[in-house]
């Protein structure tokens, strides 16, 4: 059975798309922008567009019965290269231990204040694997 997951975003209803789409054990997030969703405000520098960005994805996975320890593959789209260096350390608190598959485009995104957009795959029982594998 396949499952909709919305986040209230208003781009979600002007375009049509879910938040996530859940399918079996499978969780499909959508590009995630540092929007607070239910005020549509988005704040200023790419590490709190990348915190606001997580914490929306950890919502939407925690709705489906998951958590980041289940993300197996992580795409990230950033406007300017230049501010990598402050996102990686938010980043790699948020996917480290599960080590997921990545991709990092630098692109422009739909929005000027848009600094990041983050995409994520996973699947419930994730990391119950890699634990018992990694012991």
Known sequence: M?????????FEAEIGYSRAVIDGD??????TTGYDYTTMKLPAGAGAQTRACLTTIAG???????????????RIY???GADLAEIKP???????????????????????????????TARIGAGASWQKNSQ
Request: charged letters at 25%.
């Open 2 to 10: 396949v499952r909709h997951i919305s986040s209230g975003s208003v």
């Open 26 to 31: 499978m969780i499909y997030v959508s590009g």
């Open 60 to 74: 939407v996975l925690e709705e489906a019965g998951s958590s980041f320890d289940d993300v197996v593959r992580v």
């Open 78 to 80: 950033l406007r300017d």
């Open 90 to 120: 938010i980043l790699r608190a948020a996917i480290s231990a599960t080590k997921p598959a990545a991709t990092l485009v630098i692109a422009p995104l739909i929005e000027d204040e848009m600094k990041i957009e983050i995409e994520v």
